[in-house]
């Protein structure tokens, strides 16, 4: 049960030019998003994230686009450089509950590796 | 300031074996994640600890088990090997209630079963 798909295993880019890479989810109960960056050997980075309350959140070069009815989600890089080449994973949490079901468990997808060309 | 840290960084085990997994958390987290990632997949979840106690679990079997000490430092365990569970794993830091805004990672441990 995949509840956070990232459809697109690989995406090429020239340097300058615009990055685009898209999420979709089915859980609704997610209303909390983020965005990392891995590079080989070590663990995912922080990039951006966004509350469901939003529909864009920007930073630098960065931004990140929700779409709750379609629950889809997308980064957009701009420009793209060649050291942005990295796998870049989409995550999704649901609210802390006084259940005890959930606290900030990360759902990730299958991540997308971009490369960008000099 | 110390990130995540874990150790070791590679780790060859056979079929059956047991093995143990270290993490230190960044300076000042209290809760400590672990994931598991496949080749060519996303990190999945497999538990958090908080106060020294596991407070969520992701559909894990039980031979994969874990601790938390008094200095948030964490080990995950896991018992009698598959050939499945060569993974890299992962270990995340938070502060207990922001976990889901921001989880910093170490670099891993790759685990090869044979």
């Known amino acids: 049960d995949q509840q956070v798909k990232q459809n697109s295993p690989s995406l090429s880019v020239q340097e300058g030019r615009i990055s685009i890479l898209n999420c979709d989810y089915t859980?609704?109960?997610?209303?909390?998003f983020l965005w990392y960056k891995k590079y080989p050997a070590e663990g995912p980075t922080f990039l951006i994230s966004?509350?469901?309350?939003?529909d864009k959140n920007e930073d630098g070069r960065f931004t990140v686009f929700l779409n709750k009815s379609a629950k889809h989600l997308s980064l957009h890089i701009v420009p793209s450089q060649p050291g942005d080449s990295a796998v870049y994973f989409c995550?999704?949490?649901?609210?802390?509950?006084?259940?005890?079901?959930?606290?900030?468990?990360?759902?990730f997808g299958q991540g997308t590796i971009l490369t960008v060309h000099p | 300031d110390a990130g995540v840290t874990q150790s070791p960084t590679h780790l060859i085990k056979t079929r059956g074996q047991q093995v143990t997994l270290r993490c230190s958390p960044k300076s000042g987290h209290d809760t400590v994640s672990w994931y598991q990632q496949a080749l060519g997949q996303g990190p999945q979840f497999i538990f958090q600890y908080y106060e020294e106690e596991e407070r969520q679990r992701g559909n894990f079997p039980d031979r994969f088990s874990g601790h938390q000490f008094p200095n948030y430092s964490s080990e995950l365990n896991v018992n009698a090997l598959l050939l499945g569970d060569s993974a890299l794993y992962l270990c995340?830091?938070?502060?207990?209630?922001?976990?889901?805004?921001?989880?910093?990672f170490g670099p891993g441990t790759r685990l090869t079963v044979l």
């Open positions: 995550a999704a949490s649901s609210p802390f509950n006084a259940g005890g079901t959930s606290y900030g468990k990360l759902t």
């Open positions: 995340a830091s938070s502060f207990a209630w922001q976990g889901r805004n921001e989880q910093f």
């Open positions: 966004i509350s469901s309350i939003k």
């Open positions: 859980n609704s109960m997610f209303d909390y």
